[in-house]
C-alpha cells in the first residue's frame, strides 16, 4: 500500500517552492505554557533546547536530578529540528532541587527555574508560538499569505507524525496484521494511523465544500470504540477500513478533531526572496500544516 501526504489545499496547490530549516535557527518555537504556582512538589523548568527531542531533556533532566524519568513531565513534544523553548516538571517529593546549571550546555539552557504543584502532561499548555524563517522563495507569497491570515487551513496532523518515508504508516500495516503482536514504539505507530485517516477524511472534506465557507465549529473524526458511526468510513478503501476496525479491536477510545485552523498573531515581512513568519497555533496544531498552504516547501533537516 502507497500512501499519498498530498491532501488537498484549501486554495489550490501552491506554485512557489522554498526551503524551510536551513537552518535549525530558522525554525523557532515558544511554548505558551501553563505557569508554575510558586510551590510545590515538583520543580518546574523553562528550558530552551537547539536540535535535540523533547525526551532526551527529559533523560537529561532526570539524570541531574537523579530520579525516574517518568517522574519528568512536559505538555509537548517539541521539533527536533528547531530551536525551541518549552516547560518541564520533575518530581522531588520533601527535597531541594539538584544544581539545574548542570543542565546547560551547547544543545540545552535552562531560562527559569521554579516550584509548582503539579506534574506537566501531555497538552498541559495553551498553545504555541512561531518564528520561521523561509529561504529561497521561488515567487512572491504576499496573496496567500493574506488569504491565510484573512481566512483559516486545514488542520491537518503534520507530516512528521508520520515518520521519515512514511516509516509509522508502513508499520502501521503489519500491526494491522498482527494486532496483539509485539511493536516497538506501538503508541507512535497507533496515533500515526489515526492522523493519517484524519487527513484523508480533512481532505475529502476540503475538496467537496470548496464553494462553501469553512465552518470553524466542525469536527472530523478520530476512530476508536464509539457507541455511534463516525463520518466518512464508507468513503475510505478496504485496506483503511481495516485499520478502523484494528483500532476498534485494540479499544482505542473514539475521539474528534477541529477541521479548520485559524493562526493568531500573524506577522511576516520579506527580505528578497526570504521570508520570516510569526504566528501562534492552539495546542495540537502544526506550523507545517500552515506553512504547506503558502508554497511547497523542502524541509532541509527532514531531507525532504
Given at each position: 500500500m502507497s500512501f499519498d501526504l498530498e491532501f488537498n489545499w484549501v486554495n489550490g496547490c501552491p506554485h512557489s517552492t522554498g526551503l524551510i530549516r536551513a537552518e535549525s535557527a530558522h525554525f523557532k518555537v515558544f511554548e505558551q505554557s501553563i505557569e508554575p504556582t510558586g510551590s510545590g512538589e515538583h520543580a518546574?523548568?523553562?528550558?530552551?533546547?537547539k536540535a535535540t527531542n523533547t525526551h532526551w531533556v527529559a533523560e537529561k533532566i532526570a539524570e541531574v536530578a537523579g530520579v525516574d524519568v517518568k517522574d519528568v513531565g512536559f505538555g509537548g513534544r517539541k521539533d527536533r529540528y528547531s530551536v525551541s523553548e518549552q516547560a518541564f516538571t520533575c518530581y522531588l517529593p520533601g527535597r531541594s532541587d539538584p544544581d539545574w546549571t548542570r543542565l546547560d550546555g551547547p544543545d540545552v539552557r535552562v531560562l527559569q527555574v521554579a516550584r509548582t504543584q503539579k506534574k506537566l502532561r501531555k497538552g498541559d499548555l495553551l498553545g504555541n508560538a512561531f518564528e520561521i524563517y523561509l529561504t529561497q522563495v521561488s515567487e512572491r507569497l504576499d496573496e496567500r499569505l493574506h488569504a491565510v491570515i484573512q481566512g483559516s487551513v486545514p488542520n491537518y496532523f503534520g507530516e512528521q507524525r508520520f515518520g521519515r518515508h512514511c516509516r509509522n504508516l508502513?508499520?502501521?500495516?503489519e500491526l494491522?496484521?498482527?494486532?496483539?503482536?509485539?511493536?516497538?514504539?506501538?503508541?507512535?505507530?497507533?496515533?500515526?494511523?489515526?492522523?493519517?485517516l484524519f487527513n484523508r477524511f480533512l481532505s475529502n472534506h476540503v475538496e467537496n465544500h470548496r464553494d462553501i465557507p469553512p465552518d470553524l465549529s466542525a469536527v472530523g473524526p478520530l476512530y476508536g470504540r464509539s457507541r455511534d458511526p463516525q463520518g466518512g468510513e464508507a468513503e475510505l478503501p478496504d485496506e483503511l477500513q481495516e485499520w478502523v476496525a484494528t483500532l476498534r479491536q485494540l479499544r482505542l477510545k473514539a475521539g474528534s478533531r477541529k477541521l479548520w485552523l485559524q493562526p493568531l498573531e500573524f506577522d511576516w515581512h520579506r527580505d528578497d526572496n526570504n521570508y520570516n513568519l510569526r504566528f501562534a497555533l492552539p495546542a495540537g496544531s502544526y506550523a507545517t500544516s500552515v506553512l504547506r498552504e503558502l508554497l511547497r516547501y523542502k524541509d532541509e533537516r527532514r531531507g525532504g
Amino acid at each position: 500500500m502507497s500512501f499519498d501526504l498530498e491532501f488537498n489545499w484549501v486554495n489550490g496547490c501552491p506554485h512557489s517552492t522554498g526551503l524551510i530549516r536551513a537552518e535549525s535557527a530558522h525554525f523557532k518555537v515558544f511554548e505558551q505554557s501553563i505557569e508554575p504556582t510558586g510551590s510545590g512538589e515538583h520543580a518546574y523548568l523553562r528550558i530552551c533546547k537547539k536540535a535535540t527531542n523533547t525526551h532526551w531533556v527529559a533523560e537529561k533532566i532526570a539524570e541531574v536530578a537523579g530520579v525516574d524519568v517518568k517522574d519528568v513531565g512536559f505538555g509537548g513534544r517539541k521539533d527536533r529540528y528547531s530551536v525551541s523553548e518549552q516547560a518541564f516538571t520533575c518530581y522531588l517529593p520533601g527535597r531541594s532541587d539538584p544544581d539545574w546549571t548542570r543542565l546547560d550546555g551547547p544543545d540545552v539552557r535552562v531560562l527559569q527555574v521554579a516550584r509548582t504543584q503539579k506534574k506537566l502532561r501531555k497538552g498541559d499548555l495553551l498553545g504555541n508560538a512561531f518564528e520561521i524563517y523561509l529561504t529561497q522563495v521561488s515567487e512572491r507569497l504576499d496573496e496567500r499569505l493574506h488569504a491565510v491570515i484573512q481566512g483559516s487551513v486545514p488542520n491537518y496532523f503534520g507530516e512528521q507524525r508520520f515518520g521519515r518515508h512514511c516509516r509509522n504508516l508502513s508499520t502501521a500495516q503489519e500491526l494491522v496484521k498482527r494486532p496483539h503482536g509485539r511493536f516497538h514504539a506501538r503508541d507512535m505507530i497507533l496515533s500515526a494511523m489515526r492522523a493519517y485517516l484524519f487527513n484523508r477524511f480533512l481532505s475529502n472534506h476540503v475538496e467537496n465544500h470548496r464553494d462553501i465557507p469553512p465552518d470553524l465549529s466542525a469536527v472530523g473524526p478520530l476512530y476508536g470504540r464509539s457507541r455511534d458511526p463516525q463520518g466518512g468510513e464508507a468513503e475510505l478503501p478496504d485496506e483503511l477500513q481495516e485499520w478502523v476496525a484494528t483500532l476498534r479491536q485494540l479499544r482505542l477510545k473514539a475521539g474528534s478533531r477541529k477541521l479548520w485552523l485559524q493562526p493568531l498573531e500573524f506577522d511576516w515581512h520579506r527580505d528578497d526572496n526570504n521570508y520570516n513568519l510569526r504566528f501562534a497555533l492552539p495546542a495540537g496544531s502544526y506550523a507545517t500544516s500552515v506553512l504547506r498552504e503558502l508554497l511547497r516547501y523542502k524541509d532541509e533537516r527532514r531531507g525532504g
